[in-house]
């Protein structure tokens, strides 16, 4: 009898711990969003992608980046290079230590692959929604994380992930939009595969989604160079220069990279920086009406 007792005692102090656990990060992310929801002007922001192997090159970029003050910090995926690993999950952290800001991460092809190395990553982040799939808001912003290798559903965005988006974007009042995942819509001008046109019905449906909500811009990695180009009414920036080998000649966007984008009011502009600390690219996005 006292060994039962003894046993249901340890069950319940782990299952306390656990929900205790979970409650704490839980309230540490509540505390994130709701310091930037209550941003009202000016705001910037950092998007780097695609660092996995490139330790030092990831270690030099977010020095660089967080030496700009950023309010947030979006990463595209491809944190890691084997899905579910906790040893390379714990190395990535400790060379994020610096970033002191909220951090979002996208789910990678490295990052996770199957069921079992998507519940690690669930376990090694601390994001909004269910970890893989969500949304935030700064000031007079929506951004939107998407993850297009979902399980069973890779380079996909359809089924609950597509009915969440579209209810989203159709319930919003913010005034831009922007949209994140790890593989781009449409390829690069170099014709490397890896984008959603693997399945380009479900990719157009995506395409004219966000045409339709008036979204900004979509940023994606993957692809490990920087691109920035429309398609079809729909501007994509891809950035994947975060550390992992690069796939192009620097003139054809083969650099390692960041991008750091302001939203200042109706008026969004971002500047492409090499790890040089030389200006690539500027640009300027139309606000929509």
């Not at 839980?26 to 330790?55: C, H, M, P, W, Y």
């Amino acid at each position: 009898m006292a060994y039962l007792k003894n046993f249901f005692l340890v069950i319940t102090l782990v299952l306390f711990a656990y929900s205790s656990a979970h409650a704490v990060q839980a309230q540490v992310i509540g505390q994130k969003l709701a310091s930037l929801e209550k941003i009202n002007g000016k705001f910037t922001f950092a998007v780097i992608g695609d660092n996995r192997s490139g330790d030092d090159v990831y270690k030099k970029i977010i020095g660089m980046l967080m030496e700009r003050r950023p309010d947030f910090v979006i990463n595209l995926g491809d944190q890691i290079i084997h899905p579910g690993t906790l040893s390379e999950w714990k190395n990535f952290w400790k060379l994020s230590e610096p970033v002191t800001v909220p951090y979002f991460l996208t789910v990678g092809n490295h990052d996770a692959n199957n069921k079992k190395s998507e519940d690690v990553y669930k376990e090694q982040v601390d994001l909004p929604g269910n970890e893989l799939y969500y949304s935030f808001t700064t000031g007079n912003s929506l951004f939107i994380v998407l993850d297009t290798y979902f399980t069973g559903q890779n380079k996909r965005i359809t089924a609950e992930q597509y009915v969440w988006l579209e209810k989203l974007l159709e319930t919003t009042n913010k005034r831009h939009k922007f949209a994140f995942l790890h593989h781009p819509l449409y390829p690069d001008r170099l014709g490397f595969s890896g984008s959603l046109d693997a399945y380009p019905l479900e990719r157009d449906r995506l395409q004219k989604l966000f045409v339709k909500h008036r979204v900004e811009t979509v940023f994606a990695g993957h692809l490990h160079l920087y691109l920035r180009k429309t398609f079809n009414g729909m501007p994509q920036i891809i950035t994947g220069g975060a550390g992992a080998a690069l796939i192009a000649y620097e003139e054809l966007g083969g650099f390692n990279h960041f991008i750091l984008m302001t939203v200042d009011g109706d008026n969004i502009s971002g500047e492409v920086i090499d790890v040089d600390n030389k200006v690539k690219d500027k640009f300027i996005l139309d606000s929509q009406s």
